[in-house]
């Protein structure tokens, strides 16, 4: 069982920046892919970003050219570096841990940005 922890979080004004950061309890190496997801309220939750063990990365079409993923595999950590936001990117953020056996998730970070 690994145990994911974000932090970063917090009230931002748009156009300003936050850095997630996602601790875990184990190695990375043994997943698949990490990632990055939020729920804004009265929405699903979304993917914003994934990081393979390769370090191929996906986006989201809305972050591209503004987040940026990044692991640290010596350290067991997943960052989320966001620039530039924009009120819709309001919402918990969550990390993930994709494997074979299943998935994993922490209990979310808050993000509100203000305009």
């Known amino acids: 069982q690994v145990r994911l922890v974000e932090s970063g979080g917090g009230l931002v004004q748009a156009g300003g920046s936050l850095r997630l950061s996602c601790a875990a309890s184990?190695?990375?190496?043994?997943?698949?892919?990490m990632g990055w997801y939020r729920q804004a309220p009265g929405k699903q939750r979304e993917l914003v970003a994934s990081?393979?063990?390769?370090?191929?990365?996906n986006y989201a079409d809305a972050v591209k050219g503004r987040f940026t993923i990044s692991r640290d595999n010596a350290k067991n950590m997943v960052y989320l570096q966001m620039n530039s936001l924009k009120p819709e990117d309001t919402a918990v953020y969550y990390c993930?841990?994709?494997?074979?056996?299943?998935?994993?998730w922490g209990q979310g970070t808050q993000v509100t940005v203000s305009s």
């Open positions: 993930n841990a994709k494997s074979n056996w299943g998935d994993y």
């Open positions: 184990g190695s990375i190496r043994i997943f698949a892919a």
């Open positions: 990081i393979t063990t390769g370090d191929n990365t």
